[in-house]
């Protein structure tokens, strides 16, 4: 029987191509999105996908959205925001989210949760499966949220019958998700990652910008792919559980100044050691920043269960989704 759907956080960066799959998908009779700002589906040119204002913070207006749903879906989140104002929307607002899921009796519920949940460790083993236990950082609150996230829903979802798909995307990008650019961008302008090598270079003529490479691969995942993923949880495919999402193959640093028209300089030393000194003076910056850490450490997940458990079959490696975001960045206006 063909599914609806109840999303909160549809007009994302990850809402959006999940919401242009499943008007798509004809598992799926209708879907219903929340989010706080106006949005407008039918401008898209959807006909099954419908809108609401709401705030996960209001148990009656989640009582609402999942009124009638076979699957919730949560990206709400925030990403961006001091530890103490993050705090409440993603801790409590999703706590709101998982016991009203549970309380409505929905079949299924899908959450977005992150690379970030198994934390930044020097001890990590150097491919993350999903077996090893999500104990966050909490140097970083992002990571530490995600974590502590994990495992309330653990707890919330105890003993009811609602199966739970728990996806851990790494960097999510692609033409429509550009985060990625734009906090390197940001970061470039408000701060300064190595002042001093920034000091030596900037005696150059007409320098660009400069990205310190301490030679960390980084992990990517197309907005479509990550879309795949969750549209097989909402379908059921595969038994619930936790699944890494990763495209094949990895970006650098350097990769990624090129593909946006910057340059890079290797950095010496142990990535780790000089990783974490980076990732503070970013987070100065913008403390909430994923990829400051991911910059950091390497941190690489093998998303072999979801291919093999969820039938994932990822259209775009590491070095396309770059090139497609770089383009994208581009054309928008994000690197001038
Ligand atoms: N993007 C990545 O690289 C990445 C990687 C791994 C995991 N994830 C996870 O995937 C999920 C979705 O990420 P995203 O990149 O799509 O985030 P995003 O682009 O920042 O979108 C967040 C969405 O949540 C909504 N929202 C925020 N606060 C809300 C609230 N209090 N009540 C209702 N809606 C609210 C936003 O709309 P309004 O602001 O209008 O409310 C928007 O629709 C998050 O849990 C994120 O941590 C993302």
């Known amino acids: 029987m063909p599914l609806t759907v109840a999303v909160t956080g549809p007009t994302g960066e990850i809402g959006l191509p999940l919401m242009e799959a499943l008007e798509r998908d004809p598992g799926v009779e209708s879907v219903l999105g929340m989010a706080r700002r106006p949005f407008e589906p039918a401008a898209a040119g959807w006909e099954k996908v419908f809108y609401r204002r709401g705030d996960i913070l209001d148990r009656g207006s989640l009582a609402a959205l999942f009124d009638g749903a076979d699957v919730v879906v949560h990206l709400a989140f925030a990403i961006f925001g001091s530890r103490e104002q993050t705090r409440r929307v993603n801790l409590q607002g999703s706590r709101n989210v998982f016991e009203a899921a549970v309380a409505a009796g929905v079949k299924r519920l899908v959450y977005a949760s992150s690379v970030a949940a198994y934390g930044f460790h020097a001890g990590n083993p150097p491919l993350l499966t999903e077996g090893v236990p ?8 992002y990571s530490a949220q995600k ?15 609602v199966d739970v798909y728990v996806v851990r995307p790494c960097v999510v990008a692609g033409p429509r998700a550009t985060m990625l650019v734009q906090q390197v961008v940001k970061s470039a302008r408000f701060g300064d990652p190595l002042p001093a090598l920034r000091r030596g270079l900037g005696r150059l003529p007409l320098v660009r910008p400069v990205l310190p490479d301490a030679g960390v691969p980084i992990q990517l995942v197309h907005h479509d792919d990550v879309a795949r993923a969750l549209g097989a949880a909402i379908a059921g495919v595969g038994p619930p559980g936790a699944y890494n999402l990763a495209g094949k193959g990895e970006v650098s640093v350097a990769e990624i100044a090129a593909a946006i ?3 890079s300089v290797r950095v010496p030393g142990p990535a780790v050691g000089l990783g974490a000194g980076l990732a503070k003076r970013l987070s100065f910056v913008s403390p909430q920043l994923e990829w400051a ?10 998303a072999g269960k ?6 994932w079959d990822p259209h775009f490696d590491a070095p396309e ?8 960045a581009r054309e928008t206006g994000l690197l001038d």
């Open 147 to 161: 974590a502590e996230l994990e495992s309330a829903l653990s707890e919330i979802v105890a003993g009811s019958e």
């Open 306 to 311: 979801a291919r093999r458990e969820l039938g």
């Open 321 to 328: 989704t770059l090139l497609q975001t770089a383009i994208s």
């Open 261 to 263: 028209g910057w340059r």
């Open 293 to 302: 850490a991911a910059f950091a450490t390497p941190v690489l997940m093998d």
């Open 134 to 141: 999500a104990r966050g950082s909490e140097s970083l609150y």
